[in-house]
Every structure is written in C-alpha cells, then in structure tokens.
C-alpha cells in the first residue's frame, strides 16, 4: 500500500535502491497497491485489478493487544502500548512490561520508544528479571536493533536515526554491499549495513558512546568505522 518497502522504518533515499532487489530476483513489486478481498485463488485490489494466487502472505506490522487491561489500573498510551518507566515498572506497583507491548522512554535518543524488534524482546525481560532478583538498579535504554535477509542481501540496523541532522553513504547503493550511518553533532546515532556486517558491528560499539567521527572517512568504505573517531 504504501510508494515504497520499508516505508515506516527508513527514508525514502535509503529505501529506494532495495525496490531495484525485486526486479532482480524476478518478482515484479506494486507499490500504491491496496488491497480490498482475498478470494479463493485471488487477490482484488482496491483498483480492481486481479492477481492471481495459490498462496498469500500477510504481513501488515503489529500493534499491542492490550484492550484486556481496561479497567486494571494500567496506563497505556494513545497507541494502545504500555507507558513503562526506565525500568519497565508499570503504573502499578510491583508490575513490568517488557516486549512488543511495552513503550519506554529512551534519554539516549529523547523519546519514548516502542520498539518490535526481537533482540528488544530479548533484553527487557533479562533487565527486569535483574531488577526483581536485586541485581540491578540500572534503567532499561538500549540501542534498538534488527535484521533482515532480503533477496540473498544481508541487512542490519542499529540505533534511532529520527533525531539525525547528517546522512552518510558509505559505499554505492548499486553495489552488493553498502552501509549508510546517520550523525547528530557528528555522534553515529544510527547505522544501516547491507552486506557490511564488520560497519555494523563496529558501530554497536561506537553508538554507545559521544564519540564524534570525521563524516569524510565514513564515507571511505575502505576504512573502517572505527578509524573515522576523531
């Protein structure tokens, strides 16, 4: 339905060289394309036209199922998430959330984030088991994370690019293998790899410190991003 993939998560310069992934590997890809029944061996677009298929797959992202708390003395946000602390307590005492439903307030990036991301469903519950058991006070505020294998393409994405002020390409998007890294005050907030998983692994590290890097050698992708600190 919407002009381009990944519509909600990159922007539109970073998205459009994947839409080129598709004719390569010979599936043909409708962007602008609602879709209003799924029948028996088709699918009818809102435009009427009629694709024919033996399967279909939906995949229309994820939102929290939390209507059964109405009522509990929970607060949830106007997204339906639950409104965490930065410990993941809840508005009642003695209750967390953790995962998909849960929304967190990040000082890291300045904002409260609701992340759907597996490797967030993988920490929040780890913090606050810590946190129940005494071993640790420490509040909950990590680097978001995912990947995707994409048309034999290897992608990777780490950080919050929504508070940038500077793209860097690192690397030719018509290439196999290309990076782009996103600075606030010359600080990595965010990094996508495509094919690069050493650029990925080396900015983990990097986006858990102020380090500012020299924009001129991220964009050398012979040189590796740890080099470009200044």
Known sequence: AADRPLAGVLPAEVAAPMAGWYAESGAALLTGARVASVEPGAVVLADGRRLSAGAVVVGIGARPATGWLAGSGVELGPDGSVTADERLRTSLPGVYAVGDCASFPSARYGARLLVHHW??????????AARII???????DPVPYFWSEQFGRFVQYAGHHASADTLVWRGDPAEAAWSVAWLREGALVALLAVGRPRDLAQARKLL???TRLDPRRVTDPAIPLKKAVL
């Open 119 to 128: 490797d967030n469903a993988l920490q929040g519950p780890r913090t606050v």
């Open 134 to 140: 005494g071993e640790t006070e420490g509040v909950y």
């Open 208 to 210: 858990n410190t102020p």
